[in-house]
């Protein structure tokens, strides 16, 4: 029990924790407060109870429950404890974490819609999810939008396959609106939760686009060129000017035809004129309304891709504090403690299998160390890329020092390091180090659990994952979304022939004076190709205000 509260310390969007034997009957939990009605109860009539005794090894199964003393429902994951010597071996109980979804994802909802002055969502603009069933999970409103009542929206919204995408006009909560749905791919063994994610932005303000002129500086032949406006609009931009060439043409050769009338023609000349001055002045208008529509097209474009680049920041950022966490729970663990003190070849066999297990859930860690508090390393996880720390003298480090100097509720110390064999294969990577502590309550570290985090890997995948795309959901042919650090050098892109990693970038000063948490759009002249450009930084959550990040989204504009 005492572990399981450590647990729900660690992550405050836990609402509690349950571990039940094979039969199904609980014998811990970690929230104080319901162990009297809990212990020794049976959840066998519990469908997560039931799911997770039958999961395979490494599967977890999430289920939506409504608990009696809480206002909106959880989320259940589920899954089975087995022998600890065999991932595949015999069913020893479960263990259930139950989170309050909403809680913890209304401020991210919140985060993408548009503001107030005061900061609060615009009245009828929603975000919310539902299940496979039409059921909303969590919503950015939850007094308009119940989590556990049923979504009104149509079907064509709520039964949405693996990665489709719809959108249509619909009236929403007595408003005329535009309604975005979108199904997930599926990661991993999560591809079965069919959850949909919508947006309801209402149709009086999406039609509507902030003038960007001002920061595009393009020519009509730019704009009218550009991939991102319309056929239509250039087809007609196009016939106005043959129009009124075809004007002048006609007003020309009446003035000339009236010059041979002698005086007879003198009186036709203004005519032919006004003519001319009306067609210019029809034209005229015409061409600017074309291209501010244009404008307006490419001001939204603009608007979507520092989303975009925003979305790409938080996930990372998201990710990074999520591995934190995660660190600090895991150097509570008593086996790390005991390494540590007796010093025994069976306690540092004991913590190296645990650190082994926790990488291979974990690929995207390039090793884990447990060191002793003068920096020398008793455990790992990978023994055979301790080369990757050649010429590393750890006690001499910044993050270790820092770390070994902390105690409990510290967060996590994080540095950029440089790993490889030479210096052409080297790359970058974070090291997270946590203090390692006699007791739970001692504030004196006897050691540091260190992580070596392949950050780069995931952040590929989340720059991918935030490249704007065509209609049938590909990249847009051109587009490159990157990532840089406070000194303007790449430290990730997903295209490194265009934007090569460890080089810096020569995009304007305005993208990289941003204030954390700050966006910026424009268009922009880049290795000889025009583009619109769009900056997220980093909003410096928690302890990462140190890494100055930005988040780069490129579209050609031509």
Not at 149 to 172: A, I, K, M, Q
Not at 195 to 209: D, T
Not at 285 to 291: F, N
Not at 372 to 384: D, F, L, T, W
Request: with cysteine.
């Amino acid at each position: 029990c005492e572990q399981l509260e450590t647990i729900r310390e660690t992550y405050p969007s836990i609402y509690d924790i349950i571990v039940t034997d094979e039969q199904g009957v609980v014998i811990a939990n970690a929230r104080t407060t319901r162990r009297p009605e809990l212990m020794a109860k049976s959840m066998l009539q519990e469908g997560w109870c039931q799911k997770a005794l039958k999961v395979s090894s490494n599967q977890t199964h999430i289920e939506r429950v409504q608990l009696k003393d809480e206002a909106h429902p959880v989320i259940v994951f589920s899954s089975a404890i087995r022998d600890s010597e065999d991932r595949q071996g015999n069913v020893l109980g479960t263990i259930s974490v139950f989170c309050d979804f909403q809680s913890e994802i209304q401020s991210h909802l919140d985060n993408y819609l548009p503001t107030e002055k005061d900061g609060r969502p615009r009245d009828g603009w929603y975000s919310f999810f539902t299940d496979d069933r039409g059921v909303v999970i969590c919503s950015n409103d939850p007094g308009a939008i119940l989590p556990g009542s049923h979504c009104d929206l149509p079907r064509s919204h709520r039964l949405l396959t693996r990665g489709e995408s719809y959108w249509s006009h619909n009236v929403f909560k007595g408003r005329e609106s535009i309604v975005f749905s979108a199904c997930s791919t599926g990661q991993r063994n999560l591809n079965a939760s069919g959850w949909v994610s919508h947006l309801v932005a209402p149709v009086s303000e999406i039609m509507q686009a902030d003038n960007q002129g001002k920061r595009l500086n393009l020519g009509h032949s730019q704009l009218m060129g550009s991939k991102l406006i319309p056929e239509i609009s250039k087809q007609t931009y196009s016939a106005l000017q043959e129009d009124r060439h075809a004007i002048k043409l006609i007003s020309l050769n009446g003035i000339l035809f009236a010059s041979q009338l002698g005086k007879r023609g003198v009186a036709l000349a203004p005519v032919f004129d006004k003519i001319t001055a009306t067609g210019d002045s029809a034209t005229s208008r015409m061409e600017s309304l074309l291209y501010d529509m244009a404008e307006s097209e490419i001001g939204l474009n603009l608007h979507l891709h520092e989303t975009l680049a925003r979305q790409a920041v938080d996930l990372m950022s998201q990710k990074i504090y999520e591995r934190s966490l995660a660190l600090k729970l895991w150097a509570r663990t008593q086996s790390l403690r005991n390494a540590l003190v007796s010093n025994t070849p069976e306690s540092t066999e004991e913590v190296a299998g645990l650190l082994r297990m926790i990488n291979d859930d974990y690929p995207v860690y390039r090793n884990m160390l447990l060191l002793n508090n003068r920096g020398e390393i008793k455990a790992c996880s990978k023994p055979k890329r301790l080369s990757d720390l050649d010429g590393l003298s750890v006690a001499d480090q910044g993050w270790f020092m820092q770390a070994i100097r902390s105690g409990v509720g510290s967060h996590a110390q994080i540095s950029e390091i440089k790993v490889g064999e030479s210096e052409s294969t080297k790359c970058s990577t974070l090291v997270f180090a946590q203090a390692v502590t006699g007791t739970s309550d001692d504030s004196n570290a006897i050691g540091v659990l260190a992580c070596l985090f392949d950050w780069q890997s995931e952040a590929a995948d989340i720059l991918n994952s935030c490249l704007p795309r065509t209609t049938t959901g590909r990249p847009v042919p051109g587009a490159v979304a990157f990532l840089t650090n406070r000194d303007q050098s790449v430290l990730e892109s997903t295209n490194r022939s265009a934007v090569k990693v460890q080089e810096f970038t020569s995009l304007s000063d305005e993208h990289f004076q941003l204030s954390a948490g700050e966006t910026c759009s424009s268009s922009m002249e880049f290795n000889g190709t025009t583009y619109i450009a769009a900056t997220a930084k980093c909003d410096g959550r928690k302890i990462f205000d140190w890494m100055g990040w930005s988040a780069h989204i490129l579209r050609p504009l031509i």
